[in-house]
């Protein structure tokens, strides 16, 4: 019988992998949790664009359309996503959110069990994304709070917030660009920020940022880091006078230890302007203000908690797995586990590159289907 291969993800990770074994004329069988192609990105919020250019940005075996912008608008990404799909005829399984994953010790083979079916497959591709789960902390007194509380999962403009004082909690590059947005809706944006911001131009000196750091990624680590640090001191300065602190290493030193540095698409700017105000970490929030560390109170009418996300892996994979795979924040440790007792289990996505997510994806599913066919009898 053909070894049989489960996807678990219809997203650009899961489509991307489910391409190229189609490229091979390999079977493959996809689940979705949602009911539809790309669920994530058809939810964010309305300006999004991809960070990278789209040359390196494409699923393997299918460029964008030659009339898309450089960056790619969120909808017109989500239209490629389906036209991959349609291309590669692949049909996910729709509604079919996986609740547990665990090896039959009889055969070797992988159970996924989900909501309503159970599926056997001699390997499973998890690409579930690294955006799966928002992660909503608590802050002190938010209960308190008699304004608007979303996480960033939850906005889609800043047309709801004209006039309004808006308090951003946390910058990473959702946190950069929805106070970009509230801006450009009119509201009166602060960034919350607890920690010193690694920050690359979207662009260096009227280029794409993206080929710079690929080819510095094919340099010795502290060369690159070298040269990343020389890249950002002439392109975003010294911002520390800003609130924005100033970072110990390199961006790129900081990447390679999974913090991904900030890439600003015009929100700096706007910081050094004034139009966007930056304030230290929250000490408590009362019913119309914001007590910070550093004793200022401010009227708020509205907070966003750009909080960032969680894998989620460890619910459908259970604590001994998930001992087993993940490191301290959540993510898979390799692609793949040569233990017998992990084989033919694999990671995609769970990655972000300075060079791009994109772009790596590419790379990862041509190295894992690469494995596969070496060692899980898939002919070439």
């Keep these: 019988m053909e070894p049989t291969t489960l996807i678990i993800g219809a997203g650009p990770a899961g489509l991307a992998i489910a391409g190229r074994l189609a490229h ?27 960070h990278t250019v789209k040359e390196y940005s494409a699923l393997p075996h299918l460029p964008f359309p030659a009339n898309y912008p450089t960056y790619v608008p969120r909808l017109q990404f989500v239209e490629y996503l389906e036209r991959y799909a349609e291309h590669f005829n692949i049909k996910p399984n729709f509604n079919q959110k996986v609740v547990n994953i665990r090896r039959n010790q009889s055969d070797r083979t992988w159970q996924v069990q989900t909501q309503t079916d159970t599926f056997t497959a001699d390997r499973v591709i998890v690409a579930t994304g690294y955006n799966r789960v928002p992660n909503a902390p608590e802050l002190p007194g938010q209960r308190n709070f008699r304004g608007v509380v ?7 403009n800043g047309a709801p917030f004209r006039n309004e004082n808006v308090l951003v909690v946390g910058m990473g590059n959702t946190g950069a660009e929805l106070a970009l947005d509230l801006l450009e809706n009119g509201a009166k944006p602060f960034i919350s920020v607890r920690s010193p911001i690694n920050i690359i131009r979207r662009e260096v000196f009227g280029r794409p940022a993206q080929p710079i750091a690929i080819l510095l990624s094919k340099l010795p680590n502290w060369l690159c880091d070298r040269l990343a640090k020389l890249t950002q001191q ?8 800003y609130g924005l602190g100033k970072p110990k290493h390199p961006p790129t030193y900081d990447n390679r230890r999974g913090k991904t540095p900030v890439i600003d698409i015009g929100t700096i700017d706007q910081i050094k302007a004034g139009n966007i105000t930056v304030v230290p970490s929250i000490d408590r929030i009362n019913a119309k203000t914001v007590i910070f ?11 966003i908690l750009a909080t960032g996300y969680r894998t989620g892996l460890a619910s459908f994979l259970g604590d001994t797995l998930s001992a087993q795979i993940l490191n301290e924040r959540g993510y898979p440790k390799k692609l793949w586990f040569d233990d017998a007792d992990l084989r033919g289990l694999y990671f995609l996505g769970f990655s972000v590159p300075v060079t791009g997510v994109l772009n790596l994806l590419n790379k990862d ?13 898939i002919p070439a």
């Excluded at 091979?24 to 664009?49: C, K, M």
């Design 365 to 377: 599913s041509e190295r894992i289907v690469d494995h596969i066919a070496e060692n899980n009898s």
């Design 234 to 241: 002439l392109s975003v300065g010294d911002v520390s006078v």
């Design 293 to 303: 560390t550093d004793g200022r109170e401010l009227p708020f009418d509205a907070i």
């Design 24 to 50: 091979r004329g390999l079977p493959f069988t996809v689940l979705e949790a949602s009911d539809h192609i790309g669920f994530s990105w058809r939810n964010h919020y309305d300006r999004l664009h991809l």
């Design 150 to 156: 979303w996480h960033s999962h939850e906005y889609r």
